[in-house]
């Protein structure tokens, strides 16, 4: 492993507690406040392990990559999950510590597709074979 490759200083998933972990940025455009098109870059941790993803960051698209990369590890990095109550069968998310959502495809049977927080952006992990809300509540 070159050193360019690794991103150090940086914390482990709290779903699974592995440290493989990637950082993506996309370029997408936006409705402005004046309702013209601008665009911005969305930049989010990522877990390779689990799929879950951390708190979300969007810039400018003439930011500094390598600020807003900084920037992005920094919101990963920072735990407040644990300061706050718990809901009765939903941890709070590990990252910022607000209460996550829950989103249900409809059809055909209400279906459980993502757990994820509104608040930060983060979503938990996801798979195929278990249960997203054991997923969202096991902390490494
Ligand atoms: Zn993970
Ligand atoms: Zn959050």
Not at 3 to 11: A, L, P, Q, Y
Not at 45 to 73: D, I, Q, W, Y
Request: aromatic fraction near 4%; hydrophobic fraction near 30%; include cysteine.
């Amino acid at each position: 492993m070159s050193e360019k490759d690794t991103i150090t200083g940086v914390k482990p998933c709290p779903f699974c507690g592995q440290a493989d972990i990637s950082v993506r940025s996309e370029t997408i455009p936006v409705l402005g406040g004046t309702g013209d098109l601008q665009e911005v870059t969305i930049y989010q941790v990522c877990c390779k392990t689990c799929n879950a993803e951390g708190p979300s960051l969007m810039v400018k698209t003439t930011a500094k990559h390598a600020e807003s990369e900084a920037a992005v590890l920094e919101q990963w990095n920072q735990r407040l999950g644990r300061h706050k109550d718990a809901p009765p069968n939903l941890k709070n998310c590990p990252f910022c510590g607000e209460q996550p959502e829950v989103l249900r495809d409809p059809e055909p049977a209400p279906i459980l597709v993502e757990i994820f927080c509104s608040d930060c952006g983060a979503t938990g992990p996801a798979n195929d074979k278990d249960d997203l809300m054991v997923l969202w509540n096991k902390r490494a």
